[in-house]
């Protein structure tokens, strides 16, 4: 590591910790030529996920659009931020892991959709019917009817207790 006082290109380290919980590394350092010390930190260098738009387009991937999207969807509706915070976490983090630099808008919303429908299925109909672009009642009522049958079984196992 170049010294920032006197530029020679080699220092030692002298201390090295944990900084940010875990999410990067601080080192104190000495330069081998001056004896001054100074601070560094090491982090994990994330690559840009692109995100392809329906048009064709490109843009940088941005949580806070995936989130404002899952807010408005659970709008009036009893879902904590702090859940819909942790839902956008997986679904970057299942992005990311996939190693693909370029991700379709339709990937990103059926996860969002997949998430949303475990937490609150008013607010799963919500996004769905936005990001389908549901074009007439059928298409709404088929959504709809994905939901029935699972409603149908839980009332049954909660009959049967």
Request: charged share 35%; glycine share 4%; hydrophobic share 30%.
């Amino acid at each position: 590591m170049k010294c920032p006082f006197c530029g020679h290109p080699e220092s030692k380290v002298i201390d090295s910790r944990p900084a940010e919980e875990g999410a990067s590394i601080r080192r104190r350092r000495e330069c081998v030529t001056c004896k001054r010390r100074f601070t560094t930190y090491e982090t994990v260098e994330n690559l840009p996920l692109m995100v392809i738009k329906k048009d064709g387009s490109r843009q940088q991937f941005d949580r806070r659009k995936l989130i404002n999207g899952m807010i408005r969807a659970c709008e009036k509706r009893p879902v904590p931020l702090t859940t819909l915070e942790q839902c956008a976490d997986e679904i970057e983090q299942s992005l990311r892991n996939s190693l693909d630099q370029e991700i379709s808008t339709k990937r990103i919303g059926e996860q969002v959709m997949e998430r949303l429908r475990l937490i609150d299925e008013v607010a799963y109909v919500r996004f769905a019917s936005v990001y389908r672009q549901f074009k007439d009642i059928n298409t709404f009522m088929e959504e709809l009817s994905k939901l029935l049958p699972d409603q149908r079984a839980d009332s049954e196992k909660s009959k049967e207790k």
